[in-house]
């Protein structure tokens, strides 16, 4: 018998899906507030236009009606948004909370109505007379770039929001002398992150403790607050954030919008709880849109497929507004191109735009080209020079004794296996045998992607980022007078299982059960303040913090002991399920002492403790993590195109993943299998269109098609795992990678079966029409080809 159960990597079931599946959960919606008031928000219909008058005289006449208020009225009680960190290449911006002389995009802010409930707010809203001086609009990101352009933001002159370049080595010389150079683009379409619940928010103001207390699904409730305080011009003790469950979220719920900084102005002003809730026409007009960029790489081979240089051309839609840095989304990209491949001459040029579109931000997975662009590049090599595409990637690919290797983009790859996972996915999907064909009714196709997923974040990558905060992440853990165990750290849940897998590393670093422990997440005023959930670092960051902090709670509670049982020191003694125990060879034996007792000691007898040990059992830790930690995985997916429709059909989908040391084998399986349905409906149906007036032409889901069940093949998923060195159990990370890998696997895939009739696309989704097209498209060039 060991000292210790090890829970970490036992698939338990996920503790919070009780609520959740059996309607106990407890969503902004489901919060009541006595006397609480309701907000709509005036949009703008054009893309772009000038303010001109605002009339708002018959909304205040409609019974009902509390307030109504414009940019104007709430610039008196809100400072400006400015993003302008210190990095080159970045222009800074500023935003105020609503607009106030000129709208940027169809669904900006123009007014805000405050009512005695959300029908009569709707009402009143549309009473509201705007009468607006429409403007020329760019919707187009190289459009935008030209120097003839219509200025989204007057105050940079210029639609270049921000010009990121970086070298190693010598790529141009490389280019220049090369045997070949092939180039290849890219092009990936804007998307949005359409969570099941949308934006909404609770503001109450008390003016006796003059105190703001904001109930918000949030993925990062303290750096929210810390927003708050700054714009409000409050004190971080006055605002207290509480994020309740979250129905979905996938990055669109980590800033804070104007719709929500405007509601805590208006509880401020009112003296009155005030709440918001956007319905989905809103969400997908203007919470946040992501996604939307184009790639050229330019890559000097020789005639065996071999990389000598490689450079990386990018140009991002940014949006009408910077609610982040604006290099900060496409610089991952450029960080992360080469991955697992040894390329040391190698650089790139990042250009992103400002248009007038919704705002841009991180989407799960916000690097999720990277792995697209660098695999599609080497397929595009290997049908050039008439290669096999999975030997192109083994001549290109690090052999193991060459990590830990700094990449060009200048961070550290180590604790991957790559070659690993690819030969396991080549096996696995019988690529020995495979050749792309057609049978005459379909062309069938198959696909690689390997995909190297950075994690973590560490204050390091933040930093040389613009990013504001830090990337550490903090912990506290008591054990109640009864026993129990109670652990909190600055993380918030939006479906990720933390209450389940966040119990069983403390139960192991404590020596507990996790039945035991009680996880509570997503408050400011109990958690301890910490980065938040975002970028895969919800294990490798949260709960690496956790394990910390229960390891001192472990070694506090064993020098209780060792006092209780009259003994100098710890030595023989251990903690196995709450109960003191002596470890003997082979097994261990009760000492009759278990957590209970010593909480009973620690809080109720402190003249029994030894002498310098506090009373209670209250545990604090901070942990910054190394600022990028990687997994790594290869897909790989068989595919068939029907000739005369264009349909795709997906046959096997296939993942051989090392995400480290995996704490809830459930957990992880679902959240990777999670993330390959996300990819994958975003490279066969997502897309939001704008016309070139900026009219955004799909808001609604009519327009905005998402994948369903039915759309989605059954994945088969294999552990390959090599733990982290550099994080406490080996953790790293996997939410991110199935997004990337789905992308490059059916994007690879689907070019593999249009090589049959000499065709390529380069721009997602892979709709039918579009694969039509190309198909026809190849067919009609080889037939004039045949004429000529």
């Known amino acids: 018998m060991s000292e210790r159960e090890a829970y970490v990597g036992q698939p338990r079931p996920r503790r919070e899906d009780h609520r959740l599946l059996a309607g106990l959960a407890r969503y902004v919606d489901d919060i009541k507030v006595a006397g609480a008031l309701h907000a709509a928000f005036l949009r703008s219909p054009h893309g772009h236009a000038r303010i001109v008058s605002i009339d708002v005289t018959a909304a205040l006449e409609l019974l009902g009606v509390v307030t109504v208020v414009t940019g104007e009225d709430l ?64 919707s187009d990101m190289f459009a935008a770039l030209r120097d003839d352009s219509v200025l989204v933001d007057e105050a940079l002159g210029t639609n270049l929001v921000a010009r990121r370049v970086h070298r190693a ?14 180039e290849a683009e890219f092009h990936q379409q804007r998307q949005t992150h359409a969570p099941i619940e949308t934006r909404g928010c609770i503001a109450q103001w008390d003016p006796g403790r003059e105190h703001l207390t904001l109930v918000i699904g949030s993925q990062v409730p303290h750096p929210l607050r810390t927003q708050i305080v700054r714009r409000l011009g409050l004190r971080d003790s006055q605002v207290s954030v509480s994020s309740p469950d979250v129905g979905g979220s996938f990055g669109q719920k980590i800033a804070l919008y104007r719709e929500e900084l405007a509601i805590c102005a208006l509880a401020r002003r009112l003296g009155r709880p005030v709440r918001w809730k956007e319905d989905r026409m809103e969400n997908l007009l203007a919470a946040c849109h992501a996604r939307e960029q184009w790639c050229r790489t330019r890559a000097a081979v020789d005639d065996t497929g071999r990389i000598l240089g490689l450079t990386l051309e990018m140009v991002e839609d940014f949006g009408a507004y910077c609610f982040y840095p604006a290099n900060y989304i496409s610089e991952v990209v450029g960080i992360i191109l080469t991955g697992q491949y040894g390329i040391a001459d190698y650089g790139y040029e990042i250009r992103v735009a400002l248009t007038n579109k919704c705002g841009v931000g991180p989407m799960r997975a916000p690097m999720a080209m990277a792995s697209w662009v660098m695999e599609g590049t080497l397929d595009v090599i290997a049908r050039r020079l008439g290669l096999d595409p999975a030997e192109v990637r083994r001549r290109n690919m690090l052999a193991d004794q060459a990590l830990p290797y700094v990449m060009p983009g200048g961070e550290t790859l180590l604790d991957v296996n790559c070659a690993e996972t690819m030969e396991t996915a080549l096996d696995e999907i019988g690529y020995a045998a495979h050749r792309p064909h057609d049978d005459g009714r379909y062309l069938y196709g198959l696909g690689l992607c390997n995909v190297v997923e950075s994690t973590t974040y560490g204050s390091r990558f933040y930093k040389n980022s613009g990013i504001g905060g830090s990337g550490h992440e903090a912990a506290r853990i008591i054990v109640e007078p009864d026993g129990t165990v109670s652990a909190s750290v600055g993380m918030a849940a939006a479906g990720q299982g933390y209450e389940t897998t966040f119990a069983q590393v403390v139960a192991d670093g404590v020596g507990v059960r996790p039945d035991d422990v009680a996880v509570t997440l997503g408050h400011s005023d109990t958690s301890p303040y910490g980065m938040g959930s975002r970028g895969g670092r919800g294990a490798t960051a949260g709960g690496g913090a956790l394990y910390l902090c229960a390891a001192e709670v472990r070694a506090h509670l064993l020098r209780l002991a060792a006092h209780r049982l009259g003994l100098n020191a710890t030595d023989g003694l251990g903690l196995r399920d709450g109960r003191i125990v002596w470890v003997r060879a082979g097994g261990s034996e009760e000492t009759g002492l278990d957590v209970a007792d010593l909480a009973r000691t620690a809080y109720f007898d402190p003249l029994a403790l030894p002498e310098g040990m506090r009373p209670g059992l209250e545990f604090y830790r901070t942990y910054d993590p190394p600022p990028m930690t990687f997994s790594n995985s290869t897909h790989a997916c068989r595919v068939r195109i029907a000739r005369e429709t264009g349909r795709l059909e997906i046959l096997d989908y296939l993942v051989v993943e090392n995400c480290g040391t995996v704490i809830n ?76 890998g789905a992308i490059g696997a059916v994007a690879n895939a689907v070019n593999d079966a249009l090589s049959v009739v000499g065709a390529q696309v380069t721009c997602l989704p892979l709709t039918p029409m579009r694969l039509h097209a190309a198909i026809h498209d190849g067919i009609g060039r080889a037939a004039q080809g045949q004429e000529g």
Do not use: W
């Open 665 to 740: 084998p459930l957990v992880v399986h679902g959240q990777q299998a999670g993330a390959v349905a996300m990819g994958l409906s975003g490279t066969l149906l997502e897309n939001v269109v704008y016309d070139q007036a900026g009219r955004n032409l799909s808001a609604t889901f009519a327009d905005y098609t998402i994948a369903t069940v039915a759309d989605i093949p059954a994945i088969r998923i294999i552990a390959r795992a090599t733990p982290s060195s550099r994080t406490p159990l080996g953790l790293k990370g996997m939410a991110e990678g199935g997004v990337m």
């Open 169 to 182: 080595g010598d790529p141009e010389a490389r280019l220049a002398a090369a045997p070949r150079v092939i």
């Open 75 to 138: 610039a008196e009680d809100v400072t400006d948004l400015t993003v302008a960190p210190p990095i080159e290449g970045l222009r800074p911006t500023s935003m105020p909370v609503m607009p106030v002389d000129r709208v940027r995009f169809q669904g900006d802010l123009v007014a805000c109505v405050v009512a005695a409930d959300r029908y009569v707010a709707e009402e009143a809203m549309e009473r509201i007379v705007v009468e607006y001086a429409e403007l020329p609009a760019v």
